[in-house]
């Protein structure tokens, strides 16, 4: 039976939505500059005129492709199905029609891609170039089209094309709520932070305007003497590292004995418009770690994600120039950059022109909102992301699964103008830590290489934000001990040994290429947590101590903080 079209409800949520569009407005600013784009695409354009020899070339590889490809075509041959999640679907291989439309778009793709590849413009500018292709060809994929998805078009006969109704009222609804499309990558009723998530037991022990400090209640009658410090990056909300149970490493940390603190950022409003590095390196880390040995008696351990990886790097050269590097115990940095000279595609954005409009865009509303940092983060991943939720959500009309992680990845929080100004230019742009005294906190020279703190980095293989490679020579400029962990910037992180996921690489030496390292590196199968756990016991003084209860809580776990919308 053909189900009816919901016509009478379209046409409500269809009034309703554009009374929200007309209601909104534009916002006066960009956060990035359309000239650098032009500009970046003009030089690359040049670059490729200058080398007709170089095009000539890749024209006549072209040109055999294609005859290869139309000579497989006809014949029937099926060749070997493409590890790519888009084309998982059995008629992509077994179909002739899907088959032939996979291979032509894959095809294309790689050639476009290498026509791009030949220039040898800026790093910038090749970088925005190639950003650019690929958002392109990513959203020309015949998956992101009904006509050509072989999914989608057995959907629509079994819906008899209500499936298509029902997204085209989801793509207006998603356009009119003001947040742009594709706002339901997972369910967002699926999880309750303090319940289903971010629920391992624990208390606000102290608070300042920057960030509240968590304490996890044991679960063991005797603890490791030193306490666990999480430092998260400011982008997102710190329970990554405390999904659902089963996933959540602060659980089977503080199971494994472990006194278990974290730090949760504040979600900065316009008061916080002047906050910079320095204020959440002394007001922020060094007050935590101050914190957290009063509270135990001991330095901690730290470990941290990402940016958090990175103003650790600053605090601990900061406490080494106070004469106070004791005070930090062992830290740990992972998937985190201190050398941002090979940033990949991510120098797109490190450009004058995106940074200066960036500022401008700053300057009029004090922070960068948590909605534009997700979309570019989307961006750098569309086909994950954005492309999968565009089948599901407006072709297929399928509910949007419940998911931990991207539940998290949707709970963003503001970073202050401030803080991303410093970042952007000293950081990003000028590359200071790299420099002996070329960065400074509240004065004091900020040298890497002072640090004597025994430190681990961790990298993750396919890591689209800190490409491992970058962390790995971050590690050997450290002296830092080194291991790389299967999966991605985020999924590489959250690895439960239960799970037996993922993998890592261990070797003892560091040799100055980090491809050397690999291919000499032993592969071990699960997780790595277990390996950092017992770095961390070398690392500490052998001890246990009696659990510490917590005594004096301000307001349970996650804390108000982490629910500031």
């Known amino acids: 039976m053909t189900p009816a079209f919901p016509f009478g409800d379209l046409t409500g949520r269809l009034h309703d939505a554009a009374e929200q569009m007309i209601k909104g407005g534009a916002k006066p ?50 060749g070997e199905k493409p590890r790519d999640r888009r084309f998982a679907a059995a008629e992509w291989q ?5 088959r032939s439309l996979r291979d032509a778009y894959l095809l294309a793709s790689q050639q476009l891609r290498d ?46 094309g209500a499936n298509l109704v029902q997204g085209f009222a989801h793509l207006i609804e998603d356009i009119a709520s003001g947040k742009g499309i594709v706002q339901r990558r997972t369910d967002p009723a699926a999880f309750e932070k303090g319940k289903t998530i971010a629920a391992t037991p624990g208390q606000v022990v102290y608070e300042n305007s920057l960030f509240q400090l968590i304490q996890y209640s044991p679960t063991t009658d005797k603890v490791a003497a030193e306490p666990l410090l999480y430092v998260p990056p400011l982008v997102n909300r710190y329970y990554m590292i405390d999904l659902v149970p089963r996933q ?35 007001e922020g880390i060094v007050e935590a770690i101050g914190e957290v040995a009063r509270r135990t008696g001991h330095a901690p351990d730290l470990f941290s994600f990402c940016l958090g990886g990175t103003l650790v790097a600053i605090a601990l050269a900061w406490l080494a120039a106070k004469g106070r590097a004791d005070e930090v115990n062992s830290a740990t940095l992972i998937g985190s950059l201190v050398d941002f000279a090979d940033m990949r595609d991510w120098s797109a954005f490190v450009h004058e022109g995106h940074l200066a409009a960036l500022e401008d865009h700053l300057e009029a509303q004090g922070f960068i909102d948590s909605l534009e940092l997700q979309r570019l983060f989307a961006a750098m991943r569309a086909n994950d992301l954005i492309w999968s939720s565009v089948i599901n959500h407006y072709l297929l009309d399928r509910p949007a699964p419940p998911s931990d992680l991207l539940y998290w990845f949707e709970d963003g929080a503001r970073i202050p103008a401030a803080f991303l100004k410093s970042y952007n230019r000293d950081l ?22 002072t640090i004597g703190t025994p430190m681990m980095i961790v990298a993750l293989k396919d890591d689209h934000v800190s490409a491992w490679e970058a962390v790995y020579r971050g590690a050997r400029d450290l002296k830092a001990d080194f291991v790389l962990g299967g ?21 003892a030496d560091q040799p100055e290429a980090a491809d050397d390292w690999l291919s000499g590196a032993t592969r071990h199968e699960g997780s ?36 500031m919308k």
């Not at 354009?45 to 139309?70: C, I, K, N």
């Not at 077994?94 to 899907?98: A, K, N, R, S």
């Not at 730090?263 to 316009?270: F, K």
């Open 29 to 78: 600013t960009l956060p990035f500059d359309p000239f650098a784009i032009a500009q970046a695409t003009g030089e690359v354009a040049m670059e490729l005129a200058m080398r007709p020899q170089d095009l000539m070339q890749v024209q006549f590889a072209a040109a055999q492709q294609w005859a290869a490809y139309w000579n497989a075509t006809l014949s029937g041959e099926t």
């Open 528 to 563: 790595w947590w277990p390996h950092w756990t017992g770095w961390l016991d070398r690392c500490g003084s052998g001890k246990l101590v009696a659990a510490r209860a917590i005594t004096d809580g301000i307001e349970p776990a996650p804390g108000r903080y982490a629910l």
């Open 428 to 449: 990003l742009l000028d590359n200071k830590l790299k420099d002996p005294a070329g960065f400074e906190v509240g004065g004091v020279k900020i040298d890497l290489a």
């Open 487 to 507: 999966s991605g910037h985020n999924a590489g992180v959250i690895n439960p040994p239960a799970a037996n996921k993922h993998g890592y690489w261990t070797r």
């Open 115 to 160: 026509i791009v590849a030949l220039g040898d413009a800026s790093d910038s500018s090749a970088a925005m170039a190639r950003f650019l292709l690929d958002q392109y060809l990513n959203a020309v994929s015949p998956a992101n089209f009904a006509a050509t998805n072989p999914e989608v078009a057995k959907r629509i006969k079994e819906t008899g």
């Open 94 to 98: 077994d179909d002739p029609y899907y």
């Open 248 to 282: 959540s490493l602060v659980k089977w940390l503080v199971d494994e004995g472990r006194t278990v603190f974290v730090i949760s950022w504040v979600n900065p409003g316009p008061e916080h418009k002047d906050k910079g590095v320095g204020d959440y390196v002394v």
